[in-house]
Structures are given as C-alpha cells and as structure tokens.
C-alpha cells in the first residue's frame, strides 16, 4: 500500500455536506470547498443538552457563529439535534469508564459513533456524496495489490495540530465518503485565510475539552453522575499519606490536585526528593487504594510495553513489525513492536523501545507506518519498564 498517488479533494463537483461547529477550521473547511465549485450544505451538531445554557457549555453561541459564517460564505445551515444518540453511545460509554478505575478518550468515541456514524448517515439522507470537517488530518486514494482500492488516513500537514489520534476507528467506508480540506493546511494559514475573507469567528479561540464539560471544574462534574467512594492514598512502600475523593476523579500521572503537597517519601527511588512533585501511579479498585510517587521518572510511571483491546484498524490489520505509536495526543511517535493476537485473539502487546510515560488504561493506543495512521485500540493494561517494583 505504498502508491503515493491520490488526492486530498476531488475534482468532480459534488453535493458535500460539512460539519459547521462554530469554529474557525470547520468555516474555511466550507469556504474552501465552496471556492472550488461543490453545493455545500452546512450542519450544526447539537451534541448534549444537559445544562447546555450554562457559562461552562453553550451550544447556543456556537449556533450563532456557525449561522454567522453560513450567511458570509453563501451556504444553507441545518441544525441537527444528535443529544439522544450523543448520550446512548459516547456519554454512557465515558461513565462505564471512569467508574472501572479508567480514563476514556470521548472524542475517539464520539468521532466514530457521532460525527462519523450519524452525522454522516443524516448527511447521505440529504443527498450528500461526501461529508468535511475542520480536523487537521488528510485521506488518500491508494490502490493496494491485493485488496484493492483503499482509503488511507493519514496526519495533517501541521504536525502540531495534527488529530490523526482521534480519528483512528474510522474504517473504509466513513474514509471513503470524507474530506478534510484543512488538513493539507497550517494552522497559520487557516486563520489567514479566514481573516482575508472577512469570516465573522476569525479570531474565536480554539475549544478545549470535551462540550458536556467544557472549562467546569472536573470532579465538579463527575461527581453528579458517579457514585464514589474516598480510600486511601499510599506511597510506594505502603505508607499511607493522605486520602483520596473517590478512584474515578484520579487519572495516571496526575499531578494537581492530590492534597499531599510537601509529603516526602523517604528512600524514594531514582531521584524522589524532597522537593519532586507527587503523581498517581497506580489505582486499585480492590481495595479502593490510590497509589502515588515522587519524581517524574519514578519506575512506577514508566512501562516497557501494553496491552491493547477493543481494536479497530482504518484498513487491513496490520500485521506483526515495527510501527510508530502514540498512547496520548500529541505525543511523538514512539518506536515499538507490535504482536497481534498477543496474549489473546481480538487484542495486541505492542513493545517499546524506549520506556513509555504513564501509560493509561482507557486511552488509546494509536499506531502509525509513518504518515499513515493505521488505527488502534484501547489500552487496557501496561507492563512497568521495572517489573520488580510493581505492586
């Protein structure tokens, strides 16, 4: 699969269908595509209604900006209500997560399940040929000798805004009927050309998070949905330093927010002094225990290689070699080795090079033959790169 020809918009004029968030990328998206000839409808996805006129969460701002580009670049808009099908398959999936002890990524899920599953049925009910949105990713056109054509995903040209990682449970036929103008573009140049065509959200800051957060405090959240239960927090010897809120507010390599500022653990290993921060090491649900270190290299945080399930390969699955991985966004890619059907059918181990930093259980596994992201799963469990110092 090495053909290297392909384009990242198609010449023939069609009816493409564009996810308007309100953002800047998603308006030069349809700008770009309107310039080049295409019927381009917009539509705007209301995703949660949960306390959605609050200050932390309104999807109502973003409306009126989407609506306010759609009138600049000459387009139709549709808003869409996807809440029901949001909270069935992304937000419930996110509780289940977090109440086993893990850490879940929702906009991986909410891409495959939401802006590429209903959106983009909702998009073909409307006659559309292809759908875009603003994510800094491209696809390819590829003929491979054995099976055929094939779309590749591969990253977006900004290296730094690159969102290949959330992207990567697409399959064939969401790549397929998908564009991503941006992706052949910096993120510079977004915003120039955004400014030079007058676009009234130009300058409007990128969003952060997750909507159904968005800048709230985020044990504030959680804690109206999750039962949870304090216990408590234990060094790597087994001293007990303080307590914690409840497992599902803590997340591997934390440091904020622990209460046990100033604590020093004595005989820590490998440069815990007195003055290194505190990070969560370990969750046991068992026994309700939170396990923290000090130092950023601690053993602790550091694994050598994971276990990965729930996978799903953009393409073929990749069969047993070398490929680049990412365990978080905006991460570089790290060397490993990946051994499929290890150690049972349906997951993979993949091994590292070099030692891995706070690997989480619940985040995404996301593994690359070198522009082109092959796909992934979800990690459930890592080997520390010092096995003798596990609990």
């Keep these: 699969m090495r053909d290297n020809r392909g384009m990242s918009l198609q010449d023939k004029k069609q009816r493409i269908v564009v996810g308007l968030s309100g953002g800047v990328d998603s308006a030069v998206t349809a700008y770009l595509l309107k310039q080049q000839g295409h019927e381009v409808v917009g539509i705007f996805m209301k995703n949660w209604e949960d306390d959605d006129d609050s200050e932390y969460c309104s999807s109502n701002i973003d409306f009126v900006d989407a609506a306010a580009v759609a009138d600049v670049i000459g387009i139709e808009i549709e808003h869409v209500n996807f809440a029901a099908d949001y ?24 891409n495959a399940e939401i802006k590429f599953k209903a959106f983009l049925d909702h998009a073909m009910r409307l006659g559309a040929e292809k759908i875009a949105t603003g994510h800094y990713a491209r696809v390819r056109q590829v003929t491979d000798p054995l099976l055929g054509a094939q779309t590749q995903l591969l990253k977006g040209v900004d290296n730094s805004k690159d969102q290949s990682y959330f992207l990567h449970r697409l399959n064939q036929a969401q790549l397929a009927k998908t564009l991503f103008p941006v992706g052949e573009l910096h993120k510079t140049e977004v915003r120039r050309i955004a ?10 800051k990128d969003s952060t998070g997750i909507c159904f957060i968005g800048e709230r405090p985020f044990r504030e959240f959680l804690n109206r949905y999750l039962a949870h239960q304090p216990g408590p927090i234990k060094d790597a010897r087994g001293r007990k330093l303080g307590e914690h809120l409840g497992l599902s507010f803590y997340t591997l390599g934390q440091r ?53 399930d729930d ?28 051994h499929p059907g290890t150690p049972a059918p349906g997951q993979c181990r993949v091994d590292f090079a070099q030692a891995q930093w706070a690997v989480t259980p619940g985040q995404s596994l996301v593994l690359y033959d070198g522009e082109v992201c092959l796909g992934g799963g979800v990690i459930a469990s890592a080997t520390p790169a010092n096995m003798s110092s596990a609990v």
């Design 195 to 204: 400014e030079e065509i007058g676009l009234p959200n130009a300058k409007k």
């Design 87 to 110: 909270k069935d398959r992304v937000f419930a999936a996110f509780l289940r997560e977090y109440q086993a002890g893990r850490t879940p990524n929702p906009d991986v899920l909410c």
């Design 311 to 338: 996978l799903s390969w953009t393409g073929a699955a990749p069969p047993f070699g070398g490929y680049g991985a990412k365990t978080r966004y905006r991460q570089a890619d790290a060397a490993c080795a990946l």
């Design 256 to 308: 904020q927010g622990l209460g046990i500022g100033g604590v020093k653990e004595k005989g820590a290993p490998r440069g815990g002094g007195e003055h290194e921060p505190w990070f969560v090491a370990r969750k046991d649900m068992a026994s309700n225990t939170l396990y923290v270190v000090q130092g950023h290299n601690h053993p602790w945080l550091l694994s050598q290689s994971l276990v990965a």
